[in-house]
């Protein structure tokens, strides 16, 4: 809560729940995954080892969750592997928590060795080591793909292939069609944006409204923000928080300061900003009349929406704009009546969100329900928490054992008759 920012509500789903539940169902997971093994003949015992990668794993992991940052060194070392683990600067003090569990519930020293330095320093060290194996990660977009390119790089230098699991950046979107309800579509835009400062990688981003529905989610969207108490997280009545850092803080301002001046773009609500004490910044809606408008394209990772008002007869295009704006394709949301609608929506948008809502926020995930992850620049849609994410941690080995081993050359075949 302090650390990082969190209301209590946040992080007692984070820090507490969804951390228990990477443990619980990595664990169900595991036990399944053991259990997958092949056919054998009569007089063979054929199985499947799944051994540990050959050398160390390197976890590097976000401010944001402490739960994945529990879990980006946990799974790989539930699966026998090492594993050196970075925090965020700004996450040290919940990831010394979480080692100091680790230690009490009886992990040996040396299987996760939690490292204080920054990251070119780690990445000098790690990157060049010829036992390094694998790298789990979640971060930017930009990050990932230079440690991708070092890594290719220095590919020679290792023992094995590494394996690289990232889950990077996102611009995550709802659309709403004509027939949704406007007070669904305005709460799961309030939440959706605004829960822990649009600081998570599902955040809604930016919002496609019809025009015949637009007054009426507005009204409500900015009722909403209006409610909002916004302050220290010690205070357990204030939904909003600071934003992280000041790095943060100047980044996600200075969007704020030019949308007021561009002809393209107002603010519907919010705007306000202060860090004479603490990074504090109001929710902002920005209303835009460029699709491609710079906070409908890049981004943010803070309290910032970007609305764009589309004719309501131009549906089907704007779910081609949808896919078409940005690299990204984390998560997405559509809200409809129509189930004509939401069958269009979920084929357009195939390959737009690795995480797809229908008549719901596109924040949430939860362990075991809604597997996360998603792919193009929002990184390796290897899903965390679910099977597949561990699947990635091993490195199988095929024993075939004999116990009636032949004692001629001569296949049946080769008889006469």
Known sequence: MLGQSKNIFQSEIDAVCELADFFRFNVQYMTEMYAMQPESAKGIWNRLEYRPLEGFVFALTPFNFTSIAGNLCGAPAMLGNTVVWKPAETQIYSAAVIMEIYEAAGLPPGVINLIYVDGPTAGDVIFNHPDFAGIHFTGSTGVFQKIWKTIGENIHKYKTYPRLVGETGGKDFVVAHASANAKEVAVALSRGAFEFQGQKCSAASRAYIPKSLWSNVESQLVS???DFKMGS???FSNFINAVIDERAFDKITSYIT????DKNASIVAGGNFDKSKGYFIEPTVIKVEDPYYTTMCDELFGPVLTI?????EKYEETLDLVDKTGPYALTGAIFS???YALNLAVNKLKNAAGNFYINDKPTGAVVGQQPFGGARASGTNDKAGSILNLFRWVSARTIKENFVPPTD?????LAES
């Open 308 to 312: 764009f008002v589309y004719d309501d």
């Open 224 to 226: 909403d923000l209006k």
């Open 337 to 339: 009546g129509d189930r």
């Open 233 to 235: 997280p010690e205070d």
């Open 409 to 413: 050359y001569k296949y049946p075949f």
């Open 258 to 261: 030019k949308a007021k001046t």
